[in-house]
Nanobody, 116 residues
Framework: QVQLVESGGGLVQPGGSLRLSCAAS????????MAWYRQVPGKQRELVAR???????NYADSVKGRFTISRDNAKNTVYLQMNSLKPEDTAVYYC??????????WGQGTQVTVSS
């Protein structure tokens, strides 16, 4: 089992920045990929950014050039640096871990609100 705890959400003005953190514990060695997803009411959860154990990166087109995902294996933590935030980035952001056996784990979510 893997436990994920997110932090760093909050209220920010358009154009501002936030950094989300996700600390993993438990069966760390089983984790292959870590990712951030987001969800707004009435819509499906969508992938924001993904990083594999080998360092390969994927981003949603809507966040390319603005968001950066990174991983600190020594701290078992993944980060999402969000710059130039827009109102449409408002959502609950979820940390995700996928194991080598394709099990999926989720954090509890953290609210990000971009508003003036």
């Amino acid at each position: 089992q893997v436990q994920l705890v997110e932090s760093g959400g909050g209220l920010v003005q358009p154009g501002g920045s936030l950094r989300l953190s996700c600390a993993a514990s438990g069966s760390i060695s089983s984790i292959n990929t870590m990712a951030w997803y987001r969800q707004v009411p009435g819509k499906q959860r969508e992938l924001v950014a993904r990083i594999t154990s080998g360092g390969n990166l994927n981003y949603a087109d809507s966040v390319k050039g603005r968001f950066t995902i990174s991983r600190d294996n020594a701290k078992n933590t993944v980060y999402l640096q969000m710059n130039s935030l827009k109102p449409e980035d408002t959502a609950v952001y979820y940390c995700n871990a996928a194991s080598w056996s394709l099990s999926m784990y989720w954090g509890q979510g953290t609210q990000v609100t971009v508003s003036s």
